[in-house]
C-alpha cells in the first residue's frame, strides 16, 4: 500500500504500524521519534528521545507498563537509540493532525523522570531527572508521550524483538541479550 500523500521525514532509520495500521512510528536520525496518520502523512506528534539516533521503535503489546489508573487507553511504544538506551513510553491520544512542538532529548534539562539499568540485563531502577514525570512530551489535540522505562545498553542496539514480556536486543555484542518487563 502506497498512501496518496508522500512525506519524507529526515533520515528515517525505522518504521512500525500501530496494531490498527492507521498510525505509523517513525525513528529518526536527529534521536527523536514521531507519530504520522499512516494514510496521509500528517504528523500526529514529535518527542525528542536520544542523544544520538533513533535507531528502533516499535509499537508492542506490553499494555500494563504506564498503564493509566483512569481507566483510558495507551499505548506502549519502545525506541533504542545509537546512545546504548532502551526506552519505553506510554502513549495516548493518537488521533487528529497536530502542530508538533519539538522537545529536547533526555538530558538536557528536561527532567524527564527515567529508569536506568545496570547495563547487564538486570531489572532497570527508577530515577528522577528532578522534575519529576513530564506530562506533555508530545503536542497534539490530547496526545501525550510519557517515557515509563528505560535502561542502558552495553553495546549499541541492532534490532529489538519483543516475546511476551521480555525483550531481546541483538547489539554489536556477541550475544542476544534478553530483559524481563516487570509485570
Do not use: M
Not at 498503564?67 to 532502551?86: I, K, M
Not at 531489572?123 to 510519557?146: L, N, T, Y
Amino acid at each position: 500500500y502506497v498512501a496518496p500523500t508522500s512525506f519524507n521525514p529526515r533520515f528515517v532509520h525505522n518504521l512500525s504500524y500501530a496494531p490498527d495500521g492507521r498510525t505509523v512510528a517513525i525513528a529518526l536520525g536527529d534521536g527523536s521519534f514521531e507519530f504520522r496518520q499512516a494514510d496521509s502523512g500528517s504528523l500526529l506528534a514529535a518527542r525528542g528521545a536520544h542523544r544520538a539516533a533513533c535507531s528502533q521503535v516499535g509499537f508492542t503489546s506490553l499494555r500494563h507498563v504506564g498503564a493509566p489508573s483512569d481507566g483510558a487507553s495507551r499505548s506502549v511504544v519502545l525506541t533504542a537509540g545509537d546512545d546504548r538506551q532502551l526506552c519505553l513510553w506510554a502513549v495516548e491520544g493518537l488521533g487528529e493532525p497536530a502542530q508538533a512542538v519539538r522537545v529536547p532529548p533526555p538530558g538536557d534539562g528536561d527532567g524527564a523522570k527515567r529508569r536506568k539499568g545496570d547495563g547487564g540485563g538486570g531489572a532497570p531502577q527508577e530515577r528522577d531527572g528532578g522534575g519529576g514525570e513530564r506530562r506533555c512530551s508530545a503536542v497534539g489535540p490530547g496526545v501525550i508521550v510519557s517515557q515509563v522505562g528505560a535502561t542502558v545498553l552495553p553495546d549499541k542496539p541492532n534490532w529489538v524483538v519483543q516475546v511476551g514480556n521480555t525483550l531481546c536486543v541483538a547489539d554489536n555484542g556477541t550475544v542476544v541479550r534478553v530483559y524481563a518487563v516487570p509485570q
